[in-house]
């Protein structure tokens, strides 16, 4: 089993949809990165979240550190948010980051 | 600042040659990563500096060898290439906080075939 599980591994939506993509952990960690990767190909950091919840434009992340569960929520999804989302959780004394497969986000106009 | 630079973009090998990818942050990050992502898998960690002269490795660091004279530089050196390493290659820094700015910064990758 992945240390790291991402659901769903692909989501279609229209456009205006409030979407949510879940990430669950099965080990200790310091924090938990949401990241996204464009169609090109490069990957930018989203949020960084050791507990709580944090918001950015339309996008918000929400972290359960007892049920080892997070959460990225995207309200009025626009076709530009099409991408790859990916979930990684830091652990260990250096903080290296174990990733998940990624949830890929198709919306359409 | 330029940020994470990686080259080359794109690169067809032939089996048991050698090559080397490139890697530069100008942000003096003190940590380095080299990573590869396979399709339909998550990215995984070939290896990792947090310093230079500083190396460790990862949880997939065979046939791969770095080095890190520099706290800018940090390539990835592929000694006899095989098809299992056909992949797409991403460099990382990190400069490690306390707070929310504790956060890696990605290289565009490279893309390399092995036939």
């Known amino acids: 089993k992945n240390e790291v599980e991402q659901s769903p591994q692909n989501l279609t939506a229209q456009e205006g949809e409030f979407i949510t993509i879940n990430c669950s952990y099965s080990?200790?960690?310091?924090?938990l990165h949401w990241l996204q990767q464009h169609p090109g190909g490069g990957i930018v950091s989203l949020f960084m979240?050791?507990?709580g919840k944090k918001k950015h434009g339309r996008l918000i992340a929400t972290i359960n550190i007892q049920e080892k569960h997070s959460s990225l929520h995207i309200t009025a999804s626009h076709p530009r948010d099409s991408a790859v989302y990916i979930c990684a959780v830091r652990r260990g004394s250096q903080g290296n980051l174990i990733f998940g497969k990624g949830t890929k986000l198709s919306v359409k106009p | 600042n330029a940020g994470v630079t990686q080259t080359p973009k794109f690169r067809i090998l032939k089996i048991g040659q050698s090559m080397t990818l490139q890697c530069t942050q100008d942000?003096?990050?003190?940590?380095m990563y080299w990573y590869r992502q396979d399709p339909g898998m998550g990215l995984k960690l070939i290896y990792y500096s947090v310093g230079a002269g500083i190396t460790d490795k990862g949880e997939v660091p065979n046939g791969y060898n770095v080095s890190r004279s520099t706290t800018e530089d940090f390539p990835l050196r592929l000694e006899l290439a095989a098809p299992s390493q056909t992949s797409v290659y991403f460099c990382?820094?990190?400069?490690?906080?306390?707070?929310?700015?504790?956060?890696?910064?990605f290289g565009p990758g490279t893309r390399l075939t092995v036939l």
């Open positions: 942000m003096n990050h003190n940590y």
């Open positions: 080990v200790g960690i310091s924090a």
């Open positions: 979240l050791s507990s």
């Open positions: 990382a820094s990190r400069y490690p906080t306390s707070g929310d700015t504790d956060t890696q910064y």
